[in-house]
Every structure is written in C-alpha cells, then in structure tokens.
C-alpha cells in the first residue's frame, strides 16, 4: 500500500476505511476483516459512537497477528459541542479511554469548524497539548474551508499545523481552491465520501472505465483519489466491496481519463458542507 508523509514527517496509509454509521455490533469484526485484507488505516469519530468497538478490533488483530501497534493508523474526531478548550480536554479523555485496548491515538481531527472563533481557538490548543502529552500523535481538522484555515494558521500561539483537512472530495466534487490552499500550507487532504455515497453509480464514463479495467465503478473512483494525492475513505461493512475496494493497485488509470473525471465536477455535494460556514456559525452543535 502507499502511503503518505504528512509535514510533520508522520506516514499515514493512503487508502483508509471509514466507519461512519457503522453499528457498534458489526464494526469490531468489520475492521478485523480489513486488517486481514490489507487495511492499515482506520478512520472513525466519537459522533459515530463506535470508536471502542472499532480499537477493540484493532487491538484483536494485532494480537492474534503478533503485530505492533505502529502497524495500524487510527483517527478519530471531536463534534462540534466538544469545542472549547475545556470541553475538548475532557472529549479528548472520552476518546482516550474509548481507545485504551490500543494505548494511544494517532491522529484527532476537529470533526467541522461549527462553532466560534475562540473556542475553535480553545479546542486547538487542547489538541496541542495532547500532542505533547503523547497520547495523540497527531491533530488536523475536517470539513475547514480556506477561510477557517487561515484563522487557525494565524493563531499567535500555533504550534502545530494541522497535518490534514478531510474533506468530501470526489469527481463530482472537486473542490480544487480549497486543495489548492491546502498544498500550498503543506495540509494532505483526505477524501471522505470519496464514492459519492454511490450517487452516481451508472455514469456513463465512469461504467466505460471500470469495464476498460474491468474492476468495479467504486475502484474508478478510489482510484481517482489516490491518483489525485488524497487519503479517500470509502464506507463498506460488505466483506466483498471491503476486498474490492482495496483492490486498487493492479491498475492506473491515465492523464487524460484523471482530467476527464476532474471535468464532472459540478459542487455535487451528498451531505452537508460545513466549509462554508461562516466564521462566527456558533450554531446548534448536535
């Protein structure tokens, strides 16, 4: 598998899996069955109310594989009420004792910017200290636009820059000013929803790909990922799309067919955006 160095030197696996609405009763023998096929890179959040579930099963494998914790890369997220510099210390522990079978965390991302400017301040700088405690190796952020990255960048007291930004990113979404930005400040960015929750299952160039390949429309579109340089992280408890899925690196797909999947984009979003909100949304965290 390939990975990619982030800029503070860290490796992450470039293809993850991603278990949003995974329930808690499948998602522990559904990432023992990736960590069997080849996935080292698991992705979860406290919102998706799985995260002990998800560690238990990589904690599991690694010891029925007799393997290090260093083999496997786990992420997981803060929500939008833990924002604030106190509430994020005590989320943090929540998500800490959620992932105590595997002894530490190797990256928390702020889930979206959805709250003001001074606790997105405060919530970084508890993220921060995680980090020096060495109970989290790694901080980054999802869902920022470049409006909300260049807040955080201008932090006086910024210590660490967020390694990445994972955003909904996919042929029909491409969002190349906000990769751009993220480049240019040295942020890898991850592709969440990177099959655009099969929405476009059936288009007529990418049915012409995965038969040129013969491989399956989602492993097109994973493929565009990786090629693009994110980290996507498609969603699947089916052990069938599980293996396909990672099976992605038997084939590559060209210059031309890459830009003719950037040229579908059309801002085709599946979910809701939070990179557009505005700097002062202190909205409805739930």
């Known amino acids: 598998m390939t990975t990619i160095t982030l800029n503070n030197g860290t490796t992450i696996p470039q293809l993850g899996l ?3 609405l995974t329930p808690q009763d499948v998602a522990k023998p559904t ?17 998706y109310g799985n995260e002990q579930q998800v560690c238990e099963g990589i904690a599991q494998w690694l010891k029925d594989n007799n393997q290090s914790r260093k083999s496997v890369f786990y992420t997981t997220k803060i929500w939008n ?10 989320a943090i522990e929540v998500c800490l004792k959620n992932a105590s ?17 001074e606790k997105r301040h405060g919530t970084w700088l508890a993220l921060q200290e995680a980090v020096d405690a060495g109970t989290v190796k790694n901080i980054g952020v999802s869902n920022y636009g470049v ?6 960048l201008a932090y006086s007291d910024l210590k660490y820059k967020p390694v990445i930004n994972q955003v909904e990113i996919h042929p029909w979404l491409t969002r190349e000013e906000l990769v751009q930005f993220c480049r240019e400040n040295e942020i890898a960015v991850e592709a969440y929803s990177p099959l655009a929750r099969g929405k476009n299952f059936g ?8 038969k040129k390949y013969n491989v399956t429309e989602a492993q097109i579109m994973i493929k565009w990922s990786l090629a693009k ?10 052990q069938d799309r599980l293996v396909s899925n990672f099976d992605v690196y038997s084939f590559e797909l060209t210059k031309d067919e890459i830009a003719q999947l950037d040229a579908k ?11 557009k909100f505005p700097l002062d949304a202190d909205a409805d965290a739930d």
Do not use: M
């Open 101 to 117: 079978s595997i002894g530490y965390i190797d990256l928390v991302l702020v889930h979206s910017p959805l709250s003001n400017a």
């Open 203 to 210: 288009d007529e160039y990418i049915v012409q790909l995965s």
């Open 81 to 90: 009420s833990d924002h604030g510099y106190q509430a994020c210390k005590k």
């Open 18 to 20: 991603g278990v949003f």
């Open 147 to 152: 409006a909300h990255l260049q807040e955080l």
């Open 229 to 238: 340089g994110y980290i996507p992280l498609p969603k699947t408890v089916n």
């Open 31 to 47: 990432v023992y069955s990736a960590l069997d096929i080849g996935y080292r890179h698991i992705d979860s959040a406290s919102k």
């Open 265 to 275: 984009d059309v801002y085709g979003i599946t979910g809701w955006d939070p990179t």
